[in-house]
């Protein structure tokens, strides 16, 4: 086995010759394409003029977000539960998902007339589980449990062995991984040149797995790359570790790439067709949401923009090749918007948090707001409570910059006139307490 640590970023692993027992076979994938049509849509191919003139690239998007419910994920669901048996259909089946997968598997419940039970999280957003109820209508039961996705299927799996129902798993089942690998099928039919690089969202590894198979017998010079966001390691840890390994803590931000432990079979496919394993900061992922609506009109959710994100990290390689990012999803719910800009602004070196210490006089806050401040300087957060008792009071104070470049001199200026009190952007425990 062949295995280093690769030289684009700490984060980046190259994968060598690694063995797995299931391989998802060509016929069946092109029988599952069979199986979707006019189910899924084949979703389109779209140069994107934007990307193609900052790479100097030919940069190709493979538009899931545009699939009937806004994710690739209605592929594997349909495939899996429609090969299902007369027997295995009466018993009904069961999911836990907090999002795409859900929804996916309550439109092919629908379609197919078959009870499913889907468990999700309690804290599931309301239009979250409004798609899932109107996909599904009269065929779709949802049950909110616990508090976590862990919570869900754990409740799942307790149901499935009560009822001897049948379990559909987002993404270590091989029907599942079939009907994700389609999407590499309709790439490669769909492209006019040869593609050299492929770079694909990685969650618990089903649309990896399947699509770099379809390249690896289709189109074996291209390089498939799979993307992770940096607090969920889940795919790259393992390869790193030569074993499955499951992560006992993640930022869940990315939602539908956030996993604690991949699939067994996906693992084992990756490992083995995977060029390489890279992760993306989630604050770089949130500016690339904002880019894409803003430049692109394109509304995605965090995983979908994940293949986006990573492309500054390859920007020497990918000049003047063939580049294709498959968007995955575009369930966003807009409530979380402005966490979305914050993140943007903080990744970005312009959002910047501190402790101030306002003397207990008159004019103090005048004075920083004159004195200190930069002339395009902006407040943003405010919170301050006065104490007569005290010689300084202190207030959280958040300032928006409209350079990076400002930072040293605003908190020198700072020191100079005794208004500094602590830096919060490097403390995370107690900025998460305090803003």
Do not use: W
């Given at each position: 086995m062949?295995?280093?640590?690769?030289?684009?970023?700490?984060?980046?692993?190259?994968?060598?010759?690694?063995?797995?027992?299931?391989?998802?076979?060509?016929?069946?994938?092109?029988?599952?394409?069979?199986t979707?049509?006019?189910?899924a849509?084949l979703?389109p191919?779209?140069?994107?003029?934007?990307?193609?003139?900052?790479?100097?690239?030919?940069?190709?998007?493979?538009?899931?977000d545009?699939?009937?419910?806004?994710?690739?994920?209605?592929?594997?669901?349909?495939?899996?539960?429609?090969?299902?048996?007369?027997?295995?259909?009466?018993?009904?089946?069961?999911c836990?998902?907090?999002?795409?997968?859900?929804?996916?598997?309550?439109?092919?419940?629908?379609?197919?007339?078959?009870?499913?039970?889907?468990?999700?999280?309690?804290?599931t957003?309301?239009?979250?589980?409004?798609?899932?109820?109107?996909?599904?209508?009269?065929?779709?039961k949802?049950?909110?449990?616990?508090?976590?996705?862990?919570?869900?299927y754990?409740?799942s799996?307790?149901?499935?062995?009560?009822?001897?129902?049948?379990?559909?798993?987002?993404?270590?089942?091989?029907?599942?991984?079939?009907?994700?690998?389609?999407?590499?099928?309709?790439?490669?039919?769909?492209?006019?040149?040869e593609?050299?690089?492929?770079?694909?969202?990685?969650?618990?590894?089903?649309?990896?797995?399947?699509?770099s198979?379809?390249?690896?017998?289709?189109s074996p010079?291209?390089?498939?790359?799979?993307?992770?966001?940096?607090?969920?390691?889940?795919?790259?840890?393992s390869?790193?570790?030569?074993?499955?390994?499951?992560?006992?803590?993640?930022?869940?931000?990315?939602?539908?790439?956030?996993?604690?432990r991949?699939?067994?079979?996906?693992?084992?496919?990756c490992?083995?067709?995977?060029?390489?394993?890279?992760?993306?900061?989630?604050?770089?992922?949130?500016?690339?949401?904002?880019?894409?609506?803003?430049k692109?009109?394109?509304?995605?959710?965090?995983?979908?923009?994940l293949?986006?994100?990573?492309?500054?990290?390859?920007?020497?390689?990918?000049?003047?090749?063939?580049?294709?990012?498959?968007?995955?999803?575009s369930?966003?719910d807009?409530?979380?918007?402005?966490?979305?800009?914050?993140r943007?602004?903080?990744?970005?070196?312009?959002?910047?948090y501190?402790?101030?210490?306002?003397?207990?006089?008159?004019?103090?806050?005048?004075?920083?707001?004159?004195?200190?401040?930069?002339?395009?300087?902006d407040?943003?957060?405010?919170?301050?409570?006065?104490?007569t008792?005290?010689?300084?009071?202190?207030?959280?104070?958040?300032?928006?910059?409209?350079?990076?470049k400002?930072?040293?001199?605003l908190?020198?200026?700072?020191?100079?006139r005794?208004?500094?009190?602590?830096?919060?952007?490097?403390?995370?425990?107690?900025?998460?307490?305090?803003?």
């Amino acid at each position: 086995m062949h295995f280093e640590t690769g030289l684009l970023n700490p984060n980046t692993f190259i994968l060598g010759d690694l063995k797995t027992t299931f391989f998802p076979d060509l016929e069946q994938i092109r029988e599952a394409a069979k199986t979707l049509e006019g189910v899924a849509a084949l979703t389109p191919l779209m140069p994107s003029l934007n990307y193609s003139r900052k790479f100097d690239a030919n940069v190709m998007l493979k538009r899931e977000d545009l699939q009937q419910v806004r994710s690739y994920k209605i592929r594997g669901a349909f495939n899996k539960i429609n090969s299902l048996s007369d027997e295995e259909r009466a018993k009904g089946i069961v999911c836990a998902s907090a999002g795409n997968h859900a929804q996916g598997v309550a439109f092919a419940c629908a379609k197919l007339k078959i009870n499913g039970t889907i468990f999700m999280p309690s804290p599931t957003p309301k239009q979250k589980i409004e798609q899932v109820e109107m996909f599904g209508g009269e065929y779709a039961k949802i049950v909110l449990t616990g508090d976590t996705f862990d919570d869900a299927y754990k409740a799942s799996k307790i149901e499935c062995d009560a009822l001897g129902k049948i379990f559909v798993h987002p993404f270590d089942d091989e029907k599942i991984i079939e009907g994700q690998a389609t999407v590499g099928l309709e790439i490669i039919e769909q492209s006019k040149e040869e593609i050299d690089y492929v770079f694909v969202p990685v969650g618990g590894g089903g649309l990896a797995s399947g699509l770099s198979t379809v390249f690896h017998l289709l189109s074996p010079n291209t390089k498939v790359i799979g993307v992770e966001p940096e607090g969920a390691p889940s795919m790259s840890t393992s390869i790193f570790n030569k074993e499955n390994t499951t992560l006992s803590l993640i930022e869940k931000f990315v939602d539908g790439a956030a996993v604690q432990r991949v699939g067994d079979r996906t693992f084992a496919i990756c490992k083995e067709y995977l060029e390489k394993m890279v992760t993306v900061p989630e604050g770089k992922v949130c500016q690339t949401i904002l880019d894409l609506y803003n430049k692109e009109a394109i509304v995605v959710e965090p995983a979908g923009a994940l293949t986006l994100s990573v492309l500054d990290q390859f920007a020497d390689e990918i000049k003047g090749k063939n580049v294709v990012c498959i968007v995955s999803g575009s369930n966003n719910d807009i409530t979380r918007t402005a966490e979305i800009k914050e993140r943007a602004l903080l990744y970005r070196g312009l959002k910047h948090y501190f402790i101030i210490r306002f003397p207990q006089r008159a004019g103090a806050l005048r004075e920083f707001l004159n004195e200190i401040l930069g002339p395009e300087d902006d407040i943003t957060f405010f919170e301050y409570k006065k104490k007569t008792s005290r010689e300084d009071g202190p207030a959280v104070v958040g300032i928006e910059l409209k350079d990076r470049k400002d930072l040293d001199p605003l908190i020198a200026r700072m020191k100079s006139r005794n208004f500094f009190g602590e830096y919060l952007n490097d403390k995370p425990d107690l900025f998460e307490f305090l803003i």
